[in-house]
């Protein structure tokens, strides 16, 4: 089983929403998929209440028994784990860290949240875990242009797709879908195609 963390120490980055995307398209994919959602507010858990779909599997688990989780999951035949990270609290990500097999630091094109990716780089470096930046939200060519100069002086990876700030990320959500069932033929649905098939040639999905 490959573990995915999706880790920022602030809120707001979109966590969520491509854990929930990863998630999907790695079912449609034919990966037997769990999605941990670790955050106490349960945002994936209310998005899997409106689903229809039985997969992705949808559990809630506090960070603090993530290893007895994921070990049941993998004996239950799950072949690719996402980890759906609460903000702020260290100890919290630091385990998931430690768990996972690789994580994504998504990010807005801002410069606070640009400034707060440093904290959670180098909780990935404590957990020797590999870690890849990934632009969210982005709503000009020009803040990407930026993000990525900024991004380019810290030292850290950057994911060549950056996902952009479109309608289909909240509508598909509340409609307990991911943005390629919700429409997929849509820009959305592309990103995270094309992101998902990045992410297959780094973790062996």
Same mark, same amino acid.
């Given at each position: ?21 990863? /998630? ?17 507010? /349960? ?108 991004? /380019? ?53």
């Amino acid at each position: 089983m490959r573990t995915i963390a999706l880790l920022s120490r602030k809120g707001g980055s979109g966590k969520t929403t491509l854990s929930i995307a990863l /998630a999907v398209q790695a079912a449609l994919e034919g990966e037997t998929c769990a999605a941990l959602d670790l955050d106490p507010q /349960a945002s994936m858990m209310s998005w899997s209440d409106l689903r229809e779909e039985e997969s992705p599997a949808v559990i809630a688990t506090p960070a603090a028994r993530l290893d007895k989780v994921l070990a049941g999951a993998e004996k239950q035949g799950v072949s690719l784990a996402v980890l759906d990270t609460m903000p702020h609290a260290e100890s919290s990500i630091l385990k998931a860290a430690r768990l996972a097999d690789f994580a994504l630091v998504p990010v807005r094109p801002s410069l606070l949240d640009l400034v707060s990716i440093e904290q959670t780089l180098e909780i990935c470096r404590l957990a020797k875990l590999r870690s890849v930046v990934v632009i969210n939200a982005v709503k000009s060519r020009s803040l990407l242009v930026e993000a990525k100069n900024a991004i /380019a002086k810290m030292d850290c990876e950057l994911c060549p797709v950056p996902l952009w700030d479109r309608t289909d990320y909240p509508r598909s959500l509340a409609a307990g879908l991911s943005p390629v069932e919700y429409e997929p033929q849509g820009k959305a649905s592309n990103e995270i195609q094309r992101l998902y098939k990045w992410l297959s040639t780094h973790i062996n999905i």
